[in-house]
């Protein structure tokens, strides 16, 4: 009755939300008086979860599956869940497992919530706390069911390090053509450039910037600081920026360490989606704009001189503390 | 092609959001419910395919009578029919188990729905309801071409998009991009005036299980003043210091 953990991988290499899941998952399987057992698709080094307590990893190698298949990737876990008598699966929030955790809830007839930002409040009933209305509130939601699927908050539970050596096993699961009826044709993906899913940092900007033209600073801004770049809505509608730039409520959620937000009044429904993020920096014109009434830190004045000057002194800053 | 799309009764985005009951509930006073935004993406499509491409487009939505406003507002974009499944969507593998019923009986061959209502966020509706009618499922769909009985689609990927190949009977899990927020309708007298004919069918939920159930809720804790500063030095020197951001 082990906790299953899906921890997920690219190229082989297990992604840094793989490491949260892991923490949560065995904090959890302690909570419960179990352990807890990771899977993983061609990993190079399974065992290496065992740094964050993870006691057994089935590792699926199989060249089929190198390529994220949503459906063959479910069924798969569905299975190891079954062999282990898993009734509790962790997993995280990126866009990939947001694809597959509903199939697997399908398959399993399990509850699933997604966006828990902590540990279960109780196991007996099992409640979990998670975000709702879009970041403007929290939900204590009670999982009624047998098998229960847990989709962690990105950046919301934290890497915890709890040495446990953990077995590597080969896990074959029994995939059919069907499970292929979905297939990747092309992946168009920014390489060696954070993503705002997984930043640390993340500089955004809106309509302040006045124009596509301007966005060099903001690029050079994230470059400093290793950040993903980011934008708001009426930035993504009006074409400066493509849409996966967008973050607000029906765009993207942000969950990063620092987000720093330029030339963005703070609408409410993007001050929804950034709401999560743990530290808020603003830099705006308008001493006015409603975001300075959800940011930690300000600077009002005018992006176009602020921003490169915020270049060179992190630059300088960088320089003495790399 | 029959369409059916999935329509979640919602609060406006621009919303401020309450809770009442000791917190039990969400306070519905003075709110105003609309069509969820990534669920009109996906009606505006449908809207498209039937335009050009001759298809049927039916809406569906779980909820009690007081959602007929916002159902009535997808029939007077367009939509040709509407049913109403007579329950309380409080979790979203019900949810998933009513529209399954809908789509078994209707013969569906394409159903779109949100990635997640902007409410609840359960976004798990049209993936569990993908696997129990065994459908092809594509989520943080963006864009949609259907030729004959194949599909091709992009989604949303953590810092890209990926082109899928697929086939119908097909379920999307809808967001912007399927259209821009400039081809969204918005309903004219006419429209509004022929969706007042249109059918809508009421039908009583089946049986199914309530996986999860919210039992209260919260709002963010408050958040304390600004620090306002009036150089970069001082800035990185409390992301640093302070913070501990940088």
Not at chain 1, 108 to 119: R, T
Not at chain 2, 76 to 100: C, H, Y
Request: hydrophobic share 40%.
């Amino acid at each position: 009755m082990s906790v299953l953990v899906y921890t997920e991988s690219e190229n082989g290499k297990f992604k840094k939300n793989a490491f949260e899941v892991a923490s949560y998952a065995s904090a959890l399987a302690k909570k419960l008086g179990t352990s807890a057992t990771a899977i993983s698709f061609n990993a190079e080094d399974p065992s290496s979860l065992g740094a964050y307590g993870v006691s057994k990893v089935l590792n699926i190698s199989n060249a089929n599956l190198n390529t994220f298949n949503a459906k063959a990737y479910a069924n798969s876990i569905a299975e190891a869940a079954a062999q282990e008598d898993a009734k509790t699966v962790v997993v995280s929030s990126s866009a990939d497992t947001k694809f597959l955790a509903p199939l697997l809830a399908g398959k399993l007839k399990a509850g699933y919530v997604p966006n828990v930002v902590a540990a279960p409040e109780s196991t007996s009933p099992f409640t979990v706390k998670r975000t709702a209305f879009s970041n403007k509130g929290f939900a204590y939601t009670q999982i009624n069911s047998d098998v229960k699927i847990i989709g962690v908050s990105n950046n919301s539970f934290g890497i915890h390090e709890d040495s446990t050596s953990a077995a590597s096993e080969n896990f074959n699961p029994s995939l059919n053509d069907g499970d292929f009826n979905t297939k990747s044709i092309e992946i168009d993906k920014v390489v060696g450039k954070a993503t705002i899913a997984d930043a640390d940092i993340v500089v955004s900007g809106g309509r302040g910037l006045k124009g596509p033209e301007n966005w060099g600073m903001i690029e050079e801004l994230a470059n400093v600081l290793g950040a993903a770049t980011a934008c708001s809505k009426p930035v993504s509608d009006l074409g400066w920026r493509p849409h996966g730039e967008h973050v607000g409520q029906t765009g993207k959620p942000v969950a990063s360490n620092l987000y720093i937000a330029i030339g963005i009044s703070g609408a409410i429904q993007h001050l929804a989606g950034v709401s999560s993020s743990k530290v808020k920096v603003v830099i705006n014109t308008d001493a006015e704009a409603p975001f300075f009434k959800a940011a930690d830190y300000g600077i009002v004045g005018d992006a176009f001189e602020v921003v490169p000057q915020l270049i060179e002194k992190l630059k300088e800053f960088k320089a003495q503390n790399a | 092609m029959k369409i059916l799309v999935c329509i979640s009764n919602v609060p406006d985005t621009t919303s401020k959001i309450n809770f009442t009951d000791g917190d039990t509930k969400f306070d519905t006073n003075g709110v105003q419910f609309v069509i969820n935004p990534n669920d009109e993406f996906g009606l505006t499509r449908a809207m498209w395919f039937k335009e050009k491409q001759g298809a049927s487009v039916h809406v569906v939505t779980v909820g009690g009578t007081s959602t007929e406003p916002t159902i009535r507002k997808a029939l007077a974009i367009g939509a040709d029919e509407a049913i109403r499944v007579n329950a309380e969507p409080t979790d979203g593998f019900f949810v998933a188990e009513q529209l399954a019923d809908v789509v078994k009986n209707g013969g569906y061959d394409l159903v779109i729905a949100g990635r997640e209502s902007i409410d609840y966020n359960g976004g798990m509706v049209p993936g569990i309801l993908a696997t129990l009618l065994d459908m092809n499922f594509v989520n943080t769909c963006i864009s949609l071409e259907v030729d004959g009985t194949n599909a091709t689609a992009m989604r949303e990927i953590d810092g890209g998009k990926e082109k899928i190949a697929t086939s119908l009977p097909l379920v999307i899990g809808g967001q912007k991009g399927l259209v821009e927020e400039s081809d969204l309708r918005i309903p004219n007298m006419r429209g509004i005036m022929m969706a007042r004919k249109k059918t809508l069918n009421v039908i009583e939920p089946v049986a199914a299980q309530k996986a999860t159930e919210d039992i209260k809720f919260e709002k963010p804790a408050a958040r304390g003043a600004v620090k306002l500063v009036d150089n970069v030095d001082d800035l990185i020197n409390l992301l640093h210091n302070e913070a501990k951001a940088i």
